[in-house]
């Protein structure tokens, strides 16, 4: 699909210009922090579950940060899908680095090798990753061919209400009124983005970021039809991406967690 290979440049052409937070060592971090890339909500639900000797994937994993915090709980193999390929040789560095049984795999997600069908005990999608897929369906078809039955997915993710509100740095923004509802929920939006600012303050023309908006029913469908059926599904009021962080706390639905098993 042609706006994947759009998103696969982009996402590499901003990895390699990374400022900030994800100029930093990520394997000191992880070695001297306890919780440094979870919210304390989702770091809190996954304390419960028992991670020692099993297996996990994750499904765009981006520098590796999220999965590799997971696979210091003793995984027996975890393994990071991602697009980009210069996260991907990154991810592996910090796995070395960190000595941990973790390895990280340049694909597209709905690409996924059938090698890996049902290798995992746990499932991880966290912020940004869905939006990236113009059918869930397909999406969520693939997550769940990778897991074993009985396996859990954990999802923390943007809520679908928040893609309604326009951001500081968008023409349909209003300083005066920040919680208008800018967007069509309905409405299937295309985003086109030329940077991805979180992650680097450079952005090209050339390379143009594309992405899809959702609905909670897209996505309890999608999971319900490929056999991820929910079993908790909480709503926060605080962005966990950073993008309406002006926001948090002002009583709109902004980020949520859902919990699945895989059921067949």
Known sequence: MNYIKGNKQAWEHAFT???????????????????????????????????????IAQFCSNNGRELLQLALRGVSKAVGFELAENMVDYGNRMAQALNVNATFVGTDILAIDEAYDAQFDYGLITVGAMCWFEDLNHFFKKVSQTLKKGATLFIHEAHPF?????????????????????????GKTVWKEHGMGYMSETSSDENVFTSFSHTLSDIFNAMKQNGLSVERFEEYDYCVGNILDHLDHEGLPLSMIIVAKKEF
């Open 17 to 55: 210009h990374r400022s900030g937070e994800y100029a930093k060592d990520l394997a000191e971090r992880l070695k001297n922090e306890e919780n440094p890339f979870f919210h304390d909500n989702f770091h809190n639900v996954l304390k419960p579950y028992d991670f020692n000797g099993k297996s």
């Open 162 to 186: 928040e893609l309604m509100l326009a951001t500081k740095y968008e023409p349909a923004f209003d300083a005066d009124d920040p919680k208008r509802l800018a967007y069509d929920y309905f």
